[in-house]
């Protein structure tokens, strides 16, 4: 079984930055794209970014200029760097995985996001 782990959350003013880390614990067969989800309390899961292993990437409206996602398809990573971070952006960050012409995915366990004054 495939254990997909984020890093990288924390607590951080309106303003900075962060920069979130994601890896699979070892090579995902067929993988076809990667990507981060957010969940704020009482709200839905929702995608921040993905980015295909051809490349091609897309982000949520609200992000769009302040996040920019990459990623390593050889070493399963993945990463979001996050400037300008606002209030609106508090939420469990989870790292997303699929894989099997993308009718699969892994899952990481989530890391919290703060952003606050």
């Known amino acids: 079984q495939v254990q997909v782990a984020e890093s990288g959350g924390g607590l951080v003013r309106p303003g900075g930055s962060l920069r979130l880390s994601c890896a699979a614990s070892?090579?995902?067969?067929?993988?076809?794209?990667m990507g981060w989800y957010r969940q704020a309390p009482g709200k839905q899961r929702e995608l921040v970014a993905r980015?295909?292993?051809?490349?091609?990437?897309n982000y949520t409206d609200s992000v769009n200029g302040r996040f920019t996602i990459s990623g390593d398809n050889a070493k399963n990573t993945v990463y979001l760097q996050m400037n300008s971070l606002q209030p609106e952006d508090t939420a469990v960050y989870y790292c997303?995985?699929?894989?099997?012409?993308?009718?699969?995915?892994?899952w990481g366990q989530g890391t919290q996001v703060t952003v606050s004054s």
């Open positions: 997303n995985m699929e894989y099997d012409r993308g009718t699969r995915s892994y």
């Open positions: 070892r090579r995902i067969f067929q993988l076809n794209a």
């Open positions: 980015i295909t292993i051809g490349g091609n990437t």
